[in-house]
């Protein structure tokens, strides 16, 4: 029972009620990418190869989205509340293991159990944050709750760079445990109980072909690249995900007590929200995932001056995310989504200028723009999804978006991934052509590059060689660039997409 009673009608209570989901929730969304800057040196301390250690990050990924679409089972199971505090517990408990890891297995284990806590953890905050505000300020309490789901994300590479580089990477764990603890008290001490049923059955073989069939989807798209998209390997986790997808709402739609109530996306504007959601993912993921590779493979910025370069970002967002929430609450929801949509597609544009001369105050203007972005976008979007469902459907409705985030972002990444490859094989084609059709130059440009490199004491026939190394190396890395700027110019078109759905929308309750 909470130990701050009947304080429902208090004008603070909402804000407590937020601050106390909203400390455990951060460290989740920062836990996604903290350990990102982190994976060089652990795999270093246990002398794994890149093939094992990527599973640290993978493994955390499929137990996470697993679990997030289970939180309306679980919350009209137990409650809000014991959800909210177990999950807040098995993250921290896993988090401490993580610290104490032995070796990449051990460490693979505990992440999967921290992504267990994690699944559970971001949708049912997000639902006690709503439910606590009244009707009229729901837009604001999504631009609170989106506080800590951006920020934690942003402040992620640069407080584990930090970490790993003057300390130790078990810090970007063990940091988790107070902090965890702290959550979990101050949810014991103000939450509410929250609304239970009675009488629910589990749902066994729901739950199984909805988990076979996300973690074989997410597992295909996160080792498509690494594999081959059409190796055996990865077109037997495609088919499987179909089949168990398929079995999944047979059962669902044949079964009295279904573990996912499906019946949400009879809302129209629900089901709009989750399109904007989903293409929102394909190109916000899919350009966070080139950003810090362009910066630290194309500029040579460290991890962490990558992670101080995003530091503005994150600032422009936890400032755009409380006004863009306010004003949710007070005009056309659509009109600030759009803003949202322009401002990424100008942002992403900008973006594909980038170049080996860029500096670094144009780079981080380019950043603050994607955070406006994401600023009016988030609040907006999950007011008006939220809203138009009865409040008890409001947790089930909460793990479906994120997950759908989740599952458009990894389509997002893992398209980008592999454009940037095959953009790069055809911008190399391109330029090496360009070197054929002006021999001339090309010739006259060798010479000079030779006469330097004679000029620093090689022979002739050495700096010849050496000349045209530095040749090729120069168009390899100009057809590099070339492929990013490219791939930000698609994702920029996933934006464009969502204006569709968009202007679908109806912004008032139904």
Known sequence: MAIIKNQQDNPLYKWMVAVSVMSGAFMVVM????VNVALPKIMAAFGANIDKIQ???TAYMLSMAIMMPS???LSSRIGNKALFVSSLTIFTLASALCGTAWNEDALII?????GVGAGSLMPIAMAIIFEAFPPEQRGLAMGVYGLGATFGPAVG???GGYLTEKFSWHLIFYLNVPVGLLGVFLAMAILPQGR???GLRFDFWGFLTMAIGLGCLLMALSQGQREGWTSSFILFFFFASMLAFAAFFFVEFHTPQPFIDLKVYRSFTYSMATAVFVIQGLGLFGATFLIPLFFENMLQYTALQTGFLMLPMALAVSVVLPLTGRLADRMDARILIAMGIFFSIVSLYWLS???LRTSTSSAVGMLIMRGFGIGFIFPALMNTALK???LDKVATGSGLMNVSRQVGGAFGVAILGAMLDRRQVFHLSLFSQAQNLNSLSTSMFIQRLQESFMGLGSGADAAYQKALAFLHLFVKKEAMVAAYDDCFLIAAGFFLFAFIPTLLLRTRKH
């Open 55 to 57: 599973w640290v990050v």
């Open 388 to 390: 138009n469902l009865p």
């Open 71 to 73: 939180v309306g089972w």
């Open 157 to 159: 590479p640069t407080l």
């Open 31 to 34: 836990d996604t990418t903290v």
């Open 353 to 355: 200028l980038l170049d």
């Open 196 to 198: 239970t049923r009675k």
């Open 110 to 114: 505990f992440r999967i159990l921290q």
